[in-house]
């Protein structure tokens, strides 16, 4: 086996990608000798303890960073500030601070004018989820075969972006490095665009009168089960990370809006080419995900 990558590991958040990580770090042994876990409620500090995936608790996020040589924030994006806040006069010289979460440049804005010197910050997020939440929802293989994008600050410590990378490649992921702009755009049309899709969806579903609300719910196919799945999120997540690249999920929401009302158009019109060459193109995606092992 080999040696762990940091000595002490700092959890800021136990969910899904936080309680992920904890755990093949409880199996490995290579990421972390120590693991310490803070959550914002001591209820889900007591399930993380019953769970075993941490070997110290702390409510008080500034105790949790003390002695750590790595923290990693896994908390809602719009927790960011408060928490670089509270944490920055707590980081030891040298602790590598990186994050999970899944817009970059707020990120970044949030939580570099705290940043004490001596500590560089490596931004990252593992594209790998569920629509579960809670560190009852982790589980070792979540990140295998699944890429990581880092977004390093100009600036930042070679080394330090060596070392994140090599921490996600232990948990099995691949890596990539992006300009934090550019990250955003991918990640509003390949995440952030269908997710306030499936929530608009699923409201408008329930928006329908009683019998018709109760029909789509027992009738519902594949497609509308699949929005389901997605609009099952964790609502405050979500929230943060639309309200954070508001610019970027807007613009890509505005193409999508004209290609919805020129599909709508073609429909109207009986085109019926148009209409079976975006079929055939989405298809040629679905194919394009497969091959690359990422469906």
């Known amino acids: 086996m080999a040696e762990p990558l940091f000595r002490r590991l700092a959890l800021l958040g136990v969910g899904l990608i936080g309680s992920s ?110 629509e579960f939440s809670g560190p009852d929802s982790g589980f070792v293989e979540l990140f295998r075969g699944r890429w990581c994008l880092l977004t390093p600050p100009a600036g930042t410590d070679p080394a330090a972006v060596e070392k994140i ?16 702009h550019h990250h955003d755009m991918v990640l509003a049309i390949v995440s952030h665009l269908p997710h306030l899709i499936a929530f608009t969806i699923c409201g408008t579903a329930d928006d329908l009168q009683d ?30 990370i639309f309200l954070n690249n508001r610019e970027a999920l807007l613009e890509m929401l505005a193409r999508f809006t004209e290609d919805v009302q020129t599909m709508a158009g073609a429909v109207r019109r009986g085109d019926s080419a148009y209409i079976e060459d975006r079929i055939l193109r989405g298809r040629k995606i679905r194919r394009s995900l497969i091959e690359r092992k990422q469906a």
């Open 211 to 240: 019998e018709s609300r109760q029909q789509v719910l027992d009738f519902a196919a594949s497609g509308f089960r699949d929005f389901t799945r997605i609009a099952a999120s964790d609502p405050v997540m979500w929230r943060d």
């Open 165 to 180: 990378s090599e921490f996600w490649r232990r948990c099995g992921s691949m890596i990539s490095v992006l300009d934090p």
């Open 21 to 130: 990580v904890a755990r093949i770090a409880r199996a490995q042994g290579d990421l972390a000798a120590e693991v310490v876990a803070n959550a914002h409620t001591e209820a889900t500090l007591a399930r993380v303890r019953e769970l075993g995936l941490a070997d110290r608790t702390e409510l008080d996020p500034a105790r949790a960073v003390e002695g750590a040589d790595c923290v990693m924030l896994a908390a809602p994006v719009g927790a960011y500030t408060a928490l670089a806040e509270a944490i920055a006069p707590h980081l030891a010289p040298g602790c590598i601070l990186t994050d999970v979460g899944s817009t970059k440049q707020s990120v970044i804005r949030d939580v570099t004018p705290f940043l004490p010197e001596g500590v560089p910050f490596v931004p990252a997020h593992p594209l790998a989820g569920t």
